[in-house]
C-alpha cells in the first residue's frame, strides 16, 4: 500500500527507514569576552555561539565523529526533521542516516554552521556586546580559516580530540580542505566536494555581483536594516545568480528547455513566460524567509578571501605538512568549481606525497551534482569511510603497543 | 615619433590609416501612422525612427551593400568618430574601415539601431503620440522578427534591394540570421557570429536576472521613470552580470586573476579588494549613463523570445527557403553562445541544401572572442565577401543576359 505522503507504509517521513527521524537543534557558546576569538583580520570576536546538530552515537573511544560542513546557503540541520510536521528534511537528507554515505549505525556525524551565519550562529544579525544592538556591518569580515577555528572550539567542547573525517561540498570543501591543513594531527581522512584551494576571478566576479544586488536594494540601510524592513529584493537577485551557477547548460535545458510556464503562447509581456523565470523567481523570493542579507556579504567574502597559496610559495607547500587520506571530488558539468580547480588541488596533495583518491563524475547536473550523485557517492565514500576506520583502529592498537611498551 | 596618442605618426586617432574618420549619424522616420507597423505580437507601433550609419560608398548598381548589425548593448555607430575630440570610436572600429574585416573602400557598409532601442530609435523612451509621453513600459514588446522587419524599412529607403551581406555577432547573429530567413532574396551572405538559433534556458536565466535587477529597484517605478532619477543601480547590476557573461574562467584568470586592486594586502571590508571586483563596478556603473533600463528589459525579452524553430517542425525547416550563403563562427570559450548552438545551426543549414562555411574558433575570451579575433576574422570574412561578391557580379550578368536574351 502507498501512503498520500508516497511512501510504501503509512510511516510519516521522519519514521521512515533510512531517515535519522526527529533531531534537536543544538547551540554551544564559547569565546565569552567580547575579545576572547582572534580571527585572520586581526579583529576579535565574542561572545561566540554556534549551531549544530549530532546523528548516530559516538563510541566509547570517541573515533567514529564525521565533520560535515555546509555550504554558502546552508546551515546545521544536515539531515531529519525538527519536528513531526517538517515539510523538508534537512539539506543534505540523502546522506546521512542508517546505512547511507555518512551511515549513522557506524558514524557520529556532526554538522556545524559556521560563523558569520544567521541559522543559529554568531553572525552580523547578532547582539553585538558592545552597543546592545545587531552587528550590521560592524560585525567583523570573517574568513574560511575563522570559521575552522571556531569549529575547532566546538570539537574541543564535545570531547573529539580527532575526527575520522572532515567533509563538505562548495564552501564546505574549503572548510574541508583547511580543517586538514590547519589541524593535521585532529583529522584522519578530509573529502573535499565540487570546491577549490582558492577562489577564481570568476567566482569573486559571481559572489560581487550578489553584493552588489543587496547593497543596491534601499532596505540594505549599509547592513542597518534589522528590526525595519529587510532587503528582499536584493538578496531574491543574488540568490537567483547563485541557482544559475549552480545548474548547468544541460541540466537547465533538461529541465526547463524553452517550456512556456503557463501559456500555450508568448504572452508579449514582462510576466512569466519561461518556466526557468518563473523557477528562478520563485527560488529568489523564498530564500530571504530563511536567510539574512548581511550573512550572504559576509559568507561570500570568506569564499571570495579563500585561498591556501596565500602567503606561501606554491600550493602545494599549504599541503606539506597534512597528514590526512584525502578523497576528492569534481563533477564534469560543474562550472562554478570546474575539475581543473579539483585537479590542482590533487596535484598540489600528491607533489607532498599525500595520499589522495580523485574521481571526477560525468554528470550533467552542474555544481548541484554533489547533491543530486548520490548512489555513486554513497558506494565512495561509504567504502573509503570504512577503510580510514579500520586504518584507525589500527593506528590505535599500535599507539595502545607502543605505550604498553614503555611502560613494560 | 611616436605622438602623445600613442600613433606613430602625428595624426589625430580619427585621421589614422584604417579609421573611417568622422561620421555622421542618421535617422529614417517610417511608419508616420500611429498603428502602421503591425508586430509579430499583433500590436502595432508608429511613427518608427530608426538611427544608422554609413561608411564606404554604394555602388553604381547598389550591389556592395553590408548590413550590420548590433548586439544588447550596441548602438549604429560601429565604427569612427562622431567629434574630433571623442575618446573613443564606435563599438567595432578594428572591423569597419579602409582594408579591414568590413572594407570600406570595397563595400558600403551600414550599421542600424533596433527599434526598442535607446541610442536614437522609437523605443520605450520615445514620446508615445497617443499621451504625449514617454512609452515606458506601454511600449509594445518586440522581437528580433520586428527589429529585422524596421531594418527592411530602412533598406527600401536607402534603395538597396539586395545586400551583399548581413553579418552580426551575439543579438547581431539573430538579426543575420532572421534577415536571411524572412527576406531570401534580399540577402547574398549571412555572417551570423557567435550566436544561436533559439535562446537556451541558460540565456533566458541570465536575461531574467538582469531584469530582476531592474525591476528590484525603486527608481524603476514600473517604467515610468523618465524625468525623475533613473533605475542606475539596478541597471549596473544587470550589467555586471553581463560582462561576466561575456569573459570567460581562463579570460578573467588571465586579465585579474586574484589580484588585490589598490592595497597590497586584503582590505578585510567590503570595499573593493580585487582587481575583478574593480572591473565590475566601473563597468556596471558607467552603463547606465549611455543605456536606458526599459531598453534593457525589451531587448533581453526580444532575445528570449528567438527561436527560429517556434512553429516549425523542425529548426531545418526555417531555412527552406534560404538562398543566401552562410559564414558560421563560433568560439570555444564561449559559454554564454557555446559552440553547439552554431553547430545546431549548422547541421539545420545542411539538411536543407544550403551552402555553408563553419568555424569554431580557438579561443580563450569567451564570448568576447567575436569582438578580440580581429586578425582571423578579417582574413576569413575579407576572403569570403570578396568571393561572394564576385558571385553577385556573374549572377547580375547571368540575369542581365537572360533578360536580353527575352528581349531580343
Redesign the interface.
Given at each position: 500500500m502507498i501512503s498520500p505522503n508516497g511512501n510504501k507504509n503509512n510511516l510519516p517521513p521522519y519514521q521512515q527507514p533510512g531517515s535519522v527521524g526527529l533531531v534537536q537543534p543544538q547551540t554551544f557558546t564559547f569565546a565569552h569576552q567580547p575579545d576572547e576569538l582572534v580571527l585572520e583580520?586581526g579583529?576579535r570576536l565574542g561572545p561566540v555561539t554556534l549551531a549544530y546538530e549530532t546523528y548516530g552515537q559516538l563510541n566509547a573511544d570517541r573515533s567514529n565523529a564525521v565533520l560535515i560542513l555546509h555550504a554558502l546557503s546552508g546551515d546545521a540541520h544536515v539531515a531529519g526533521y525538527h519536528a513531526p510536521d517538517d515539510a523538508k528534511p534537512g539539506w543534505w537528507d540523502e546522506a546521512v542516516g542508517p546505512g547511507k554515505m555518512f551511515d549513522t549505525d557506524r558514524y557520529c556525524v556532526i554538522c556545524s554552521n559556521v560563523i558569520g551565519g544567521c541559522r543559529g550562529s554568531t553572525g552580523p544579525a547578532s547582539i553585538d556586546p558592545a552597543t546592545g544592538k545587531p552587528y550590521g556591518?560592524r560585525f567583523?569580515?570573517i574568513t574560511i580559516k575563522d570559521m575552522v577555528s571556531a569549529q575547532r572550539h566546538l570539537m574541543d567542547h564535545l570531547g573529539i580530540a580527532r575526527l575520522l573525517a572532515v567533509a563538505g561540498g562548495s564552501m564546505g570543501g574549503m572548510q574541508a580542505l583547511q580543517w586538514a591543513v590547519d589541524y593535521p594531527d585532529r583529522v584522519a581522512a578530509c573529502i573535499p566536494i565540487a570546491t577549490c584551494a582558492?577562489?577564481?576571478?570568476?567566482t569573486?566576479?559571481?559572489n560581487?555581483?550578489g553584493?552588489?544586488?543587496i547593497?543596491?536594494?534601499?532596505h540594505w540601510k549599509r547592513g542597518d536594516y534589522y528590526g525595519g524592513p529587510t532587503p528582499d529584493?536584493?538578496l531574491?537577485?543574488a540568490r537567483?545568480?547563485g541557482?544559475?551557477t549552480y545548474?548547468s547548460?544541460d541540466s537547465?535545458?533538461e529541465?526547463?528547455?524553452?517550456r512556456l510556464q503557463s501559456r500555450e503562447q508568448?504572452g508579449?509581456?514582462?510576466e512569466t513566460?519561461?518556466?526557468?523565470?518563473s523557477y528562478?523567481?520563485y527560488r529568489?523570493n523564498q530564500f530571504p524567509r530563511r536567510f539574512d542579507a548581511n550573512t550572504y556579504?559576509y559568507v561570500t567574502?570568506a569564499i571570495?578571501?579563500f585561498?591556501l597559496a596565500e602567503g606561501r610559495a606554491a600550493l602545494a607547500d599549504a599541503f606539506a605538512g597534512v597528514k590526512a587520506r584525502f578523497l576528492v571530488f569534481s563533477f564534469t558539468s560543474d562550472?562554478l568549481y570546474?575539475s581543473y580547480q579539483a585537479q590542482e588541488i590533487v596535484r598540489a596533495l600528491l607533489q607532498k606525497g599525500v595520499d589522495v583518491t580523485y574521481i571526477d563524475v560525468e554528470s550533467s547536473y552542474g555544481h548541484d551534482s554533489f547533491l543530486v550523485e548520490v548512489e555513486l557517492l554513497t558506494e565512495i565514500i561509504g567504502d573509503f569511510l570504512a577503510r580510514v576506520h579500520r586504518e584507525e583502529a589500527r593506528r590505535r592498537q599500535r599507539v595502545e603497543w607502543s605505550e604498553r611498551t614503555v611502560r613494560e
Amino acid at each position: 500500500m502507498i501512503s498520500p505522503n508516497g511512501n510504501k507504509n503509512n510511516l510519516p517521513p521522519y519514521q521512515q527507514p533510512g531517515s535519522v527521524g526527529l533531531v534537536q537543534p543544538q547551540t554551544f557558546t564559547f569565546a565569552h569576552q567580547p575579545d576572547e576569538l582572534v580571527l585572520e583580520s586581526g579583529a576579535r570576536l565574542g561572545p561566540v555561539t554556534l549551531a549544530y546538530e549530532t546523528y548516530g552515537q559516538l563510541n566509547a573511544d570517541r573515533s567514529n565523529a564525521v565533520l560535515i560542513l555546509h555550504a554558502l546557503s546552508g546551515d546545521a540541520h544536515v539531515a531529519g526533521y525538527h519536528a513531526p510536521d517538517d515539510a523538508k528534511p534537512g539539506w543534505w537528507d540523502e546522506a546521512v542516516g542508517p546505512g547511507k554515505m555518512f551511515d549513522t549505525d557506524r558514524y557520529c556525524v556532526i554538522c556545524s554552521n559556521v560563523i558569520g551565519g544567521c541559522r543559529g550562529s554568531t553572525g552580523p544579525a547578532s547582539i553585538d556586546p558592545a552597543t546592545g544592538k545587531p552587528y550590521g556591518l560592524r560585525f567583523p569580515v570573517i574568513t574560511i580559516k575563522d570559521m575552522v577555528s571556531a569549529q575547532r572550539h566546538l570539537m574541543d567542547h564535545l570531547g573529539i580530540a580527532r575526527l575520522l573525517a572532515v567533509a563538505g561540498g562548495s564552501m564546505g570543501g574549503m572548510q574541508a580542505l583547511q580543517w586538514a591543513v590547519d589541524y593535521p594531527d585532529r583529522v584522519a581522512a578530509c573529502i573535499p566536494i565540487a570546491t577549490c584551494a582558492r577562489s577564481s576571478a570568476q567566482t569573486i566576479a559571481l559572489n560581487e555581483v550578489g553584493r552588489q544586488a543587496i547593497y543596491a536594494d534601499p532596505h540594505w540601510k549599509r547592513g542597518d536594516y534589522y528590526g525595519g524592513p529587510t532587503p528582499d529584493a536584493g538578496l531574491a537577485v543574488a540568490r537567483m545568480v547563485g541557482h544559475i551557477t549552480y545548474m548547468s547548460d544541460d541540466s537547465m535545458r533538461e529541465k526547463f528547455g524553452r517550456r512556456l510556464q503557463s501559456r500555450e503562447q508568448r504572452g508579449y509581456d514582462f510576466e512569466t513566460d519561461f518556466a526557468v523565470e518563473s523557477y528562478l523567481r520563485y527560488r529568489g523570493n523564498q530564500f530571504p524567509r530563511r536567510f539574512d542579507a548581511n550573512t550572504y556579504l559576509y559568507v561570500t567574502k570568506a569564499i571570495d578571501y579563500f585561498d591556501l597559496a596565500e602567503g606561501r610559495a606554491a600550493l602545494a607547500d599549504a599541503f606539506a605538512g597534512v597528514k590526512a587520506r584525502f578523497l576528492v571530488f569534481s563533477f564534469t558539468s560543474d562550472w562554478l568549481y570546474p575539475s581543473y580547480q579539483a585537479q590542482e588541488i590533487v596535484r598540489a596533495l600528491l607533489q607532498k606525497g599525500v595520499d589522495v583518491t580523485y574521481i571526477d563524475v560525468e554528470s550533467s547536473y552542474g555544481h548541484d551534482s554533489f547533491l543530486v550523485e548520490v548512489e555513486l557517492l554513497t558506494e565512495i565514500i561509504g567504502d573509503f569511510l570504512a577503510r580510514v576506520h579500520r586504518e584507525e583502529a589500527r593506528r590505535r592498537q599500535r599507539v595502545e603497543w607502543s605505550e604498553r611498551t614503555v611502560r613494560e
